[in-house]
C-alpha cells in the first residue's frame, strides 16, 4: 500500500483492515501515541477544509509526529512552480503528503513524481478518506454494512464517487438519486460495475420517494461544492426536491441515520431540523475522520 488516491484500488480485505484499525484507534489512541514519531506530514490545499485538514494535522500530531500545513496561496501548485517540481522537493523533506485539489488529474501528477506515500485529501473527482471515515461510522453505529440500505441523495459528486465505489468493493446496497443532469459521471458508474463484489447493489435513480422508501442510512451532501459557486442559482433550482427534511426522513426507517460530510448548506439540501434531530449523527461523523485519518496515516507510514 503506497498511497491513498481512491478506493478502487483497495480490496475489501484492506477496506476492512483499515476499518478494524479505526477501530482499535478510536478505542485506545494512547496505545498509538509514538506510533509515527519523527515523522513528518505535508498538507497542501488548494482548496478550504476544516475537518480534513485538522484531522490529519491533529492526528500526525496524536501519533507523535508532526505536520506542516501549507495555504492555497503560498504554493500555488503548478503556478508558481511545477507540479513534477514540487512533489519532488516535498519527498526529499517529508514522510507523507495529504492533497486536496481542483483537478484530480493533478493528484495523479503528484503521485508520478513522489517517492513518498500521497493521501487524497478530496479532488473534484473523489474525496476517500471522508467515505473511508463514513464507513466506520455506518458499521459503529447500524453494524454489518453489507445488510444496510443506503441512499445517497443529491450531487454525483466526489463523495458520492467514493461511495459507489465503497459499495461496489464491499459488496452493500447503495441507492443514489440526483436530478439527471447532476448524476456521477458514466466512467466512475462504469467502474463500480465493473468491481462489483457479489451482493453488491448500486442502484441510480432520480426518483426520491423509491430510493429513500425503508433505508437505513440517508447521506446527503452540498449541492454546489467548492469550485462549482458560479453554478449555485441553477442548483438551488434544480436540487429543489432533493433536500433532507422532516417529510423525506419519514419515508427512510424510523430509525435510519443521517449522515452528511459537512460543511452543510443548511436550508438547502439538508434543514437545520434534521441535523439537529435524533437521526442525525453528523458531528459523530466528523468525529471520526479523525480516527480515520490516523488509520490511513499509520497503515501507509508503519514500517516504512
Ligand atoms: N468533510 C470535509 O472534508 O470537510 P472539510 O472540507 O472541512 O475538510
Ligand atoms: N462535495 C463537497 C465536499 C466537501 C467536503 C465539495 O467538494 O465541496
Not at 493533478?106 to 506515500?117: M, Q
Not at 458508474?189 to 422508501?213: C, M
Request: with cysteine; net charge positive; aromatic share 8%.
Amino acid at each position: 500500500m503506497k498511497h491513498f488516491i481512491s478506493l478502487k484500488y483497495f480490496s475489501p480485505k484492506q477496506i476492512y483492515q483499515f476499518l478494524h484499525l479505526t477501530k482499535a484507534i478510536k478505542a485506545k489512541p494512547s496505545l498509538y501515541n509514538s506510533s509515527l514519531k519523527n515523522r513528518h506530514v505535508g498538507l497542501l490545499f488548494e482548496k478550504s477544509s476544516l475537518r480534513t485538514k485538522t484531522a490529519f494535522y491533529l492526528g500526525m500530531l496524536e501519533l507523535g509526529g508532526g505536520a506542516i500545513y501549507y495555504t492555497p496561496q503560498e504554493v500555488e501548485l503548478g503556478k508558481r512552480e511545477k507540479i513534477s517540481d514540487v512533489s519532488q522537493t516535498l519527498s526529499r523533506f517529508l514522510d507523507a503528503v495529504v492533497l486536496r485539489t481542483f483537478s484530480h488529474d493533478t493528484i495523479l501528477e503528484f503521485v508520478n513524481f513522489a517517492s513518498i506515500p500521497v493521501i487524497n485529501g478530496l479532488s473534484d473527482l473523489l474525496h476517500p478518506s471522508q467515505v473511508l471515515a463514513d464507513l466506520f461510522t455506518m458499521s459503529e453505529v447500524k453494524g454489518e454494512i453489507k445488510k444496510l440500505k443506503v441512499c445517497y441523495v443529491g450531487d454525483g459528486n466526489n463523495v458520492c464517487h467514493s461511495l459507489m465505489y465503497a459499495f461496489s468493493i464491499l459488496g452493500g446496497s447503495l441507492y443514489v438519486v440526483n436530478p439527471k443532469k447532476y448524476a456521477p459521471k458514466n466512467k466512475i458508474v462504469a467502474e463500480a460495475k465493473k468491481i462489483r463484489a457479489s451482493g453488491a447493489k448500486i442502484r441510480l435513480s432520480s426518483s426520491v420517494d423509491e430510493a429513500v422508501k425503508g433505508a437505513d442510512v440517508l447521506y446527503t451532501d452540498v449541492w454546489t461544492s467548492m469550485g462549482k459557486e458560479a453554478e449555485s442559482r441553477q442548483r438551488k433550482k434544480i436540487f429543489r426536491s432533493f433536500q433532507i427534511n422532516d417529510k423525506m426522513i419519514k419515508l427512510a426507517r424510523k430509525d435510519c441515520i443521517v449522515m452528511h460530510c459537512l460543511p452543510a448548506h443548511r436550508g438547502e439540501e439538508i434543514t437545520d431540523s434534521v441535523i439537529a434531530g435524533k437521526n442525525s449523527v453528523v458531528f459523530l461523523q466528523a468525529e471520526n475522520r479523525l480516527h480515520a485519518a490516523k488509520a490511513i496515516l499509520v497503515s501507509l507510514l508503519r514500517g516504512r
